[in-house]
């Protein structure tokens, strides 16, 4: 029998705890977001913005989680067997992991990555039963240049598995262009748009701060229909 992991964290006491102080910090103390688009935005629902810090009241809040799937279906490029998410409170969907600088094995040792060594392990997720998704950037590949280096990753992924696509937070523009290849990958614009194919995990840079870049990845993902997770993984002196 094939076995998925399961987790529960905090319980649901806990949770609806730390709800209503969250609620109470983005009411009172605000959030900082240096990006004008989406300071428009807030504006134009209603926030309060004072520079580049909004206040998000608790009703403008609970009306965006009410606008949320509470399920949907993420598929692989070949379009079977999609998961869906929010079926099981207590799944856990394993994903590959993100931006390691080192690799090592057996042959030789540890040495810096390379665009090889993120095929190999994207055919090892390929043929996992535990790691239900496929992507991210397992390993830095340090013989590809930083300014084309998602392309080539991504490529690598479509490539080598059939598993739905973890995308990551890139730099202005290239959100687009992954995006643009998943688009080919599964046929089409209208295909892209009307199911979920990626997602990605987009980071503030200190818990109450977001960078431009991360709110570019949000609207561009938003703007194809595409899945964003928020995970609390602050970002302060990465470069």
Not at 52 to 73: G, H, N, R, Y
Not at 220 to 238: D, I, N, S
Request: with cysteine.
């Amino acid at each position: 029998m094939r076995k998925r992991p399961k987790i529960e964290v905090i319980d649901r006491e806990l949770f609806q705890k730390i709800h209503h102080a969250s609620l109470k910090i983005l009411k009172e103390t605000g959030v900082k977001f240096h990006h004008q688009g989406v300071l428009d935005l807030f504006k134009k629902h209603g926030c309060k913005v004072d520079n580049e810090i909004v206040f998000i009241t608790p009703d403008t809040i609970e009306a965006a989680i009410e606008s949320t799937p509470k399920l949907f279906k993420w598929y692989p490029r070949t379009q079977s067997s999609p998961i869906m998410v929010g079926s099981d409170e207590n799944r856990v969907l394993v994903q590959p992991n993100v931006g390691p600088v080192w690799i090592e094995d057996f042959d030789r040792g540890r040495r810096r990555a390379t665009l090889e060594d993120c095929a190999n392990i994207q055919k090892i997720i390929q043929g996992s039963d535990v790691v239900p998704l496929a992507g991210g950037i397992p390993v830095e590949p340090f013989d590809i240049e930083p300014s084309h280096r998602h392309l080539h990753v991504l490529y690598e992924t479509l490539k080598h598995t059939d598993k739905p696509v973890v995308c990551w937070t890139a730099q202005r523009g290239q959100a687009k262009e992954m995006l643009d290849m998943i688009e080919i990958a599964v046929g089409g614009k209208d295909e892209l748009f009307n199911k979920t194919y990626a997602a990605v995990s987009v980071d503030p840079i200190t818990p109450l701060s977001w960078s431009e870049d991360s709110l570019d990845n949000i609207i561009e993902y938003t703007r194809r229909k595409q899945a964003v997770f928020l995970p609390p993984c602050v970002m302060p002196g990465l470069n």
